[in-house]
């Protein structure tokens, strides 16, 4: 009983040394942080005339074919390896036909719209271009694969389709930067964009 009282006594000096006012080893919890992620001035340089589109393209990033099963032609990605980032372009001929250029428009809005399930927001705008031609730009909020994507087309013979994405499981709050910069080499793109 007597060594009971002792331990008792004991814990009870401890846990008030511990409970003590100095407060130089009070716990303060560190505010949520992001790693740092260090952007590059954007330098451009124009693509190779290989395909039936011209653009100028951030120097950091690195022109790959498409290679997935399904891509045709002059389908291409313009990607970033510091980011692990994409744009994905996809080019289809129109060929004067107003009931190709409509399929391939809807096809678009309709990726767009598969987003739907995860974005929390959608904001599409038309955008005047430098050449004087209409691109409707489409960004999305939450955690979605593709952040910013676009649509150009003539109407008569060139149709272009781009879609951002990341290789990476980060979430899309912590890339924010990385998506504000890649969004505006798009906006650098479509305002460079000449068809040929």
């Known amino acids: 009983m007597k060594h009971l009282r002792s331990c008792l006594l004991f814990g009870f000096l401890l846990v008030l040394a ?3 006012t100095d407060t130089s080893d009070t716990y303060v919890p560190k505010p949520k942080g992001y790693p740092r992620i260090d952007l590059p001035v954007a330098r451009y340089q124009p693509l190779p005339p290989t395909h ?3 653009f100028d393209y951030n120097k950091i990033a690195r022109i790959l074919p498409d290679t ?3 891509s045709e032609p002059h389908w291409i990605f313009v990607h970033y390896p ?7 372009l996809t080019y289809k001929p129109v060929g ?4 190709r250029l409509r399929a391939m428009l809807e096809d678009s809005y309709k990726l767009a719209a598969r987003h739907n399930i995860k974005a929390y927001a959608i904001e599409q705008r038309k955008i005047r271009l430098r050449s004087g031609m209409e691109a409707s730009l489409i960004d999305l909020s939450g955690e979605v694969p593709s952040q910013v994507q676009f649509v150009v087309t003539d109407s008569t013979t060139h149709f272009l389709r781009g879609a951002l994405y990341f290789n990476t499981a980060t979430q899309n709050d912590s890339l924010q930067p990385v998506i504000q910069y890649i969004r505006k080499d798009v906006l650098h793109l479509l305002n460079t964009l000449k068809w040929r």
């Open 52 to 54: 039936p589109y011209q």
């Open 96 to 99: 004067n036909d107003v009931n």
């Open 68 to 70: 997935f099963a399904r």
């Open 82 to 88: 510091a980011f692990q980032a994409s744009v994905q």
């Open 18 to 20: 511990a409970c003590g």
